[in-house]
């Protein structure tokens, strides 16, 4: 199974749930991330999160999802978007005719404050996005 999950900047939200469905899966699910503006690099404290977590971070990087429009980007068997903007955008034709679910979350990646404050929310984000992922994966059998 392919799944693109998409947020606007692909910096934070998108960044870590494509880790973790890659981890929770055990493998068994490709899943990629990108955005309709990306920032160009994933925030540092996703993937300082993530290396606390045990999660690979070797090649998560901020890309446009025109990079998954081509026709020779991998199908997509499914399209999450996990901020309200890109739920709201007109998305680009994906090859195939991917499910699309929204599992919106607020950002980690607006929090102002301490290192530790916004750890914190970016552990709240972390949180909130593995329990989505549990249940779809106990869902769809994976």
Same mark, same amino acid.
């Given at each position: ?38 920032? /160009?690099? =994933?925030? %540092? @404290? *996703? ?6 977590? +045990? ?48 599992? /919106?979350? =607020?950002? %980690? @990646? *607006? ?6 404050? +916004? ?24």
């Amino acid at each position: 199974m392919n799944i693109l999950v998409l947020c606007t900047g692909n910096s934070a939200r998108s960044i870590l749930l494509e880790s973790i469905l890659r981890v929770e899966s055990q493998q068994r699910i490709a899943s990629f991330s990108a955005g309709s503006h990306p920032s /160009g690099t =994933p925030h %540092p @404290a *996703a993937l300082r999160l993530l290396q606390r977590k +045990i999660h690979p971070i070797d090649g998560l990087r901020s890309k446009s999802w025109d990079e998954f429009s081509t026709p020779d980007a991998p199908t997509m068997d499914l399209v999450i978007t996990v901020c309200d903007n890109t739920a709201a955008e007109t998305c680009p034709l994906w090859p195939g005719t991917p499910r699309r679910e929204h599992w /919106g979350v =607020p950002d %980690p @990646a *607006a929090v102002t404050g301490t290192d530790a404050e +916004i750890d914190a929310a970016f552990e709240h984000t972390y949180e909130t996005l593995l329990e989505k992922a549990r249940i779809f994966l106990a869902q769809e059998k994976l």
